[in-house]
DNA sequence: TAAGCGTGGAT
DNA sequence: TATCCAAGCTT
């Protein structure tokens, strides 16, 4: 493996520059926002933005933090409400672990997000990226916040690379040995790699012609050549368990007070067992309730 | 550690 | 039309 010809040193400027003009006036870094919502307000648009595109979340996040706008009123909520209320963000256990992450917060930490990483990373679906986010975006802590843009851009640029490794935990101190000292700068930087992977160094047409670090990019610098791709491709969703699911709990969600009888959900599914293996396995996440020959969201 | 987990827009 | 991809987390 090739030693970078440049050290980061030399694109970082150009990448804050570049973030500080060219930045998305994406609702989450207005003021108003966490002059409104805090912590809490980071804490529920990460959740949203774990595997949904930007542009889906959005109509949704002001929804969400209009009816729950603090830990300890999201809290009070029911299960079938939150589950309800995410609607078709995907992934609905997401909403189940935001629920439980804001009891945790108000029985640990007296309705006040933390701000501590390990206390965070101690809530219910916050991972290594939402942790660090929240520290950073919200708090202005000094982490590295890696993401699957952020570990593109640094395959790219510094790797030369055309696509990342597999995620690990050493991209964590790969970013940190990256960060400006100054922990504003630093938030600044982690925020602007997010972006530049999201909206220019994309993973299928980079748009390299408008980079603003182009002119220090090991990889444009090789040719922008092939370099394979180890990352884990997703399984097939036609006709996947997953797909199975997601009808049922749709079915739920559109029902009337959110029950129908067992019998009547997804009853033209072609697999039987298929469709009764969804049903338990959304019973056990606790994303459904059975009832007297019934389904219900939980409550 | 690798697989499971939704949904819909882009290519 | 089929595949890719998205501010990941849990088990």
């Known amino acids: 493996m090739p030693r970078p010809a440049i050290p980061p040193a030399a694109w970082r400027p150009a990448l804050l520059e570049w973030y500080a003009h060219e930045a998305r006036d994406l609702p989450w870094r207005r003021p108003e926002f966490s002059d409104r919502y805090g912590a809490w307000g980071t804490l529920v648009s990460e959740f949203m933005l774990q595997q949904t595109p930007v542009t889906r979340v959005i109509p949704h996040l002001e929804a969400w933090l209009a009816r729950w706008p603090t830990p300890a009123a999201q809290a009070s909520a029911t299960p079938a409400e939150v589950v309800h209320q995410w609607a078709n963000l995907g992934y609905p256990r997401r909403a189940l672990w935001l629920h439980r992450a804001a009891i945790e917060v108000v029985e640990r930490h007296d309705g006040v997000v933390p701000r501590d990483v390990e206390a965070?990373?101690?809530?219910?679906?916050?991972?290594?990226?939402?942790?660090?986010?929240?520290?950073?975006?919200?708090?202005?802590?000094?982490?590295?916040?890696?993401?699957?843009?952020?570990?593109?851009?640094?395959?790219?640029?510094?790797?030369?690379?055309?696509?990342?490794?597999?995620?690990?935990?050493?991209?964590?101190?790969?970013?940190?040995?990256?960060?400006?000292?100054?922990?504003?700068?630093?938030?600044?930087?982690?925020?602007?790699?997010?972006?530049?992977?999201?909206?220019?160094?994309?993973?299928?047409?980079?748009?390299?012609?408008?980079?603003?670090?182009?002119?220090?990019?090991?990889?444009?610098?090789?040719?922008?050549?092939?370099?394979?791709?180890?990352?884990?491709?997703?399984?097939?969703?036609?006709?996947?368990?997953?797909?199975?699911?997601?009808?049922?709990?749709?079915?739920?969600?559109?029902?009337?007070?959110?029950?129908?009888?067992?019998?009547?959900?997804?009853?033209?599914?072609?697999?039987?067992?298929?469709?009764?293996?969804a049903i338990d396995s959304l019973i056990a996440d606790g994303l459904l309730e059975a009832s007297d020959g019934m389904l219900l969201l939980p409550r």
Do not use: K
């Open 120 to 277: 965070l990373l101690a809530l219910s679906g916050i991972g290594d990226y939402t942790a660090r986010a929240v520290a950073v975006f919200s708090y202005g802590d000094r982490h590295p916040v890696v993401d699957t843009n952020t570990r593109r851009v640094i395959a790219r640029a510094v790797d030369g690379r055309s696509q990342p490794a597999p995620p690990a935990r050493a991209d964590l101190a790969r970013m940190s040995a990256l960060l400006p000292d100054d922990d504003t700068d630093a938030a600044a930087f982690n925020a602007a790699a997010m972006e530049l992977g999201a909206v220019v160094c994309t993973a299928r047409s980079p748009r390299c012609e408008v980079c603003p670090i182009a002119a220090s990019c090991a990889w444009l610098a090789a040719g922008r050549p092939d370099t394979g791709d180890e990352r884990r491709r997703q399984a097939r969703y036609e006709g996947s368990d997953r797909q199975a699911r997601g009808g049922v709990l749709r079915a739920l969600r559109h029902a009337p007070d959110h029950r129908m009888p067992a019998d009547a959900v997804l009853a033209d599914w072609p697999d039987r067992m298929q469709r009764d293996r």
